[in-house]
Nanobody, 116 residues
Framework: QVQLVESGGGLVQAGGSLRLSCEAS????????MGWYRQAPGKQRELVAA???????NYADFVKGRFTISRDNAKNTFYLQMNSLKFEDTAAYYC??????????WGKGTLVTVSS
């Protein structure tokens, strides 16, 4: 079992920046994929960004060039740097990890509110 705890959400003006963190309760060195998802009110949860153990990244089109996913294995933590935030980025953001043995873990979410 792995616990994930997100932090870094909050209220920011459009054009501003936030960095979300996701701290895992154990090493993330061998995790297959780590990712960030978001869910806005009344909408389905959607992938924002993902990072594989090999270092490959995948970004949703709506965040390309604005968001960056990264990790710090020594801190068992991965991040989502969000720049040039837009009103439509307002959502609850969830971190997720998938292991090589098919396990799938989620954090409880952190709320990002962007004021226009």
């Amino acid at each position: 079992q792995v616990q994930l705890v997100e932090s870094g959400g909050g209220l920011v003006q459009a054009g501003g920046s936030l960095r979300l963190s996701c701290e895992a309760s154990r090493s993330i060195f061998s995790i297959k994929v780590m990712g960030w998802y978001r869910q806005a009110p009344g909408k389905q949860r959607e992938l924002v960004a993902a990072l594989t153990s090999g270092g490959s990244t995948n970004y949703a089109d709506f965040v390309k060039g604005r968001f960056t996913i990264s990790r710090d294995n020594a801190k068992n933590t991965f991040y989502l740097q969000m720049n040039s935030l837009k009103f439509e980025d307002t959502a609850a953001y969830y971190c997720n990890i998938k292991s090589y043995v098919g396990m799938d873990y989620w954090g409880k979410g952190t709320l990002v509110t962007v004021s226009s």
